[in-house]
């Protein structure tokens, strides 16, 4: 009885750390390049900037062995030229995890194992190859017992169906079909993620006149409709998401995840490539990070958890292609910023450059522009009160903010809490072009605009902590959770007849 107690308590708290732990950013470390630091220089790195999961191409063993003991979640890659050798023989998956991945488990701590990258984009197209490999690294790992802990998967790109617009509309490439559905059968089997590659920068760059730069970026001033099922987008990458979800629950797979493996925007490109500037690159990836940690979610499966890795950590100069390929990095290989970046979400600042960020000695607000329209005003104002995640109930009729009864006062408002929440950055005040920087305080009467400085909690009685709602509630209940387990556990080594005896109590008063 001792030992089923053990076992339901140990599966329990496993569940709840899986749900306490939320959405995540990671970064992609790809090392195509000859002028990178060293791996054990990566590390610290890494850890300065509080990048907390990292994904490479391959087991390297000098990134193994400089990741020991650092806390970073790595996923790690068999590159597409191995899939050959991991189909065919068990044999080839056993040595590889035996002399790649066992000697430096687990202090390094590793998570995924990626199986093939975007095959269906490969000259020579290897994807038969890949399921029987993925086959052959689970039994592999299965008979190490870490097949729970590491989750095998494989990569792929947005090429994978055959349309994505509308969102409702999305759908397989029936070209792949040969090889997709086993994929998916074992995805969903072993309670792994689809993994994809997106990529908005290049639906921008090669159809700018369908697509709005503000669309691609995140940005509050371009929003579109799914004509079949009424929802609003209101940036390119949820579209692309949503239209994966729907082109699976298409062929019946609804309990598959996705994970995004790559996305980013570069900072740089040739004469062609405009969009390609480091304002671009921070502005994209910045939003990108504030609205994953915040499981916001997309329109169709609002509050999902999703997992998300920037790509890439340097700018690598080995890669082929136009010069946009060249510059996809967070950091040049003197491990300066190409640009201030945060990955907590709450604002881009950057620790070795934080020089660049916003003025820490001046106080300032964020207000809605009078130039902008009623309806870009609206738009934006919906969005902050929402997804957004701002307390708009001091806006609301009888309270102290909701005079003057117009869009601009409330967009106001809006704006500027959602601005200060979000540390008062540069970025935090666009809404689309239509947000204003200002020095003087907006507040009046017992409307009170608060402020990063020491936000003023009683300001006004309607005002509420500026965490996300969702987030907060999620982190009370884990911590209540938590506690309770804890309780369970100290009483149950202290006095463990006890606690089993109240554990029967319970499962017969279930039966009851």
């Not at 306490?20 to 090392?31: D, T």
């Not at 630091?37 to 300065?48: R, S």
């Not at 994978?160 to 999305?170: K, Q, T």
């Not at 309770?484 to 149950?492: A, C, E, H, K, T």
Request: proline residues 5%.
């Amino acid at each position: 009885m001792a030992s089923r107690f053990n076992l339901v308590f140990a599966v329990s708290l496993l569940l709840l750390l899986d749900f306490c732990r939320g959405s995540i950013v990671g970064v992609c470390y790809g090392r195509n390049a000859d002028d990178l630091p060293t791996p054990d220089k990566v590390a610290k790195l890494v850890q300065l900037h509080k990048i907390k999961y990292l994904r490479i191409y391959d087991s390297n063993i000098q990134v193994l062995k400089a990741f020991a003991n650092t806390g970073v979640e790595l996923m790690v890659g068999v590159p597409n030229s191995d899939l050959l050798a991991f189909s065919q023989f068990q044999s080839n998956a056993d040595s590889w995890l035996k002399n790649s991945i066992l000697p430096y488990y687990p202090a390094t701590k590793i998570t995924y194992i990626t199986v093939g990258l975007e095959v269906t984009e490969s000259p020579d197209n290897a994807s038969a190859l890949v399921v029987p490999a993925m086959q052959n690294v689970l039994t592999a790992l299965k008979k190490v017992g870490l097949h729970r802990r590491i989750k095998v998967s494989s990569t792929h790109s947005l090429g994978v169906l055959s349309r994505s617009f509308p969102p409702s509309a999305g759908a397989f490439n029936s070209s792949h079909a040969f090889f997709l559905k086993p994929m998916l059968e074992f995805l969903a089997e072993n309670h792994s993620p689809f993994m994809i590659d997106l990529y908005p920068y290049y639906a921008y760059r090669d159809s700018p006149s369908n697509v709005s730069l503000d669309y691609a970026l995140f940005e509050l001033s371009s929003e579109v409709i799914d004509p079949n099922t009424g929802l609003l987008y209101t940036n390119m990458f949820d579209a692309q998401i949503d239209a994966l979800y729907f082109a699976l629950m298409a062929l019946n797979f609804r309990t598959i995840r996705v994970m995004v493996t790559e996305t980013g925007w570069p900072s740089k490109g040739s004469p062609k490539e405009k969009a390609a500037t480091p304002d671009n690159a921070q502005t994209y990836n910045a939003n990108l990070i504030h609205h994953v940690i915040n499981d916001s979610g997309t329109p169709a499966k609002p509050g999902e958890e999703l997992d998300v890795y920037i790509f890439s950590l340097f700018n690598e100069n080995r890669k082929p292609g136009l010069e946009s390929e060249r510059n996809w990095g967070l950091f040049y290989p003197d491990q300066t910023s190409v640009y201030n970046l945060d990955f907590t979400g709450k604002g881009i600042v950057d620790v070795t450059n934080s020089g660049n960020g916003t003025n820490s000695n001046v106080t300032t607000w964020c207000i809605a522009s009078s130039k902008a329209s009623e309806a870009d005003l609206q738009n934006a104002l919906d969005w902050a009160c929402g997804p957004g995640n701002v307390d708009c109930s001091p806006i609301q009729p009888s309270q102290p903010c909701f005079e003057p009864d117009n869009t601009l006062s409330h967009a106001s408002f809006a704006f500027n809490s959602y601005y200060q929440q979000n540390g008062a950055t540069d970025v935090a005040c666009s809404f689309g072009g239509n947000g204003v920087k200002v020095d003087k305080d907006p507040s009046y009467d017992n409307c009170i605009y608060v402020t990063t400085k020491g936000i003023n909690k009683t300001a006004t009685s309607n005002m509420t902590a500026i965490a996300s709602t969702s987030s907060s509630r999620q982190t009370e209940v884990c911590a209540w959770i938590a506690s309770f387990f804890l309780m369970i556990l100290v009483s149950f080594v202290l006095n463990p007849e006890k606690v089993l005896d109240a554990s029967i109590s319970w499962q017969l008063r279930g039966l009851a």
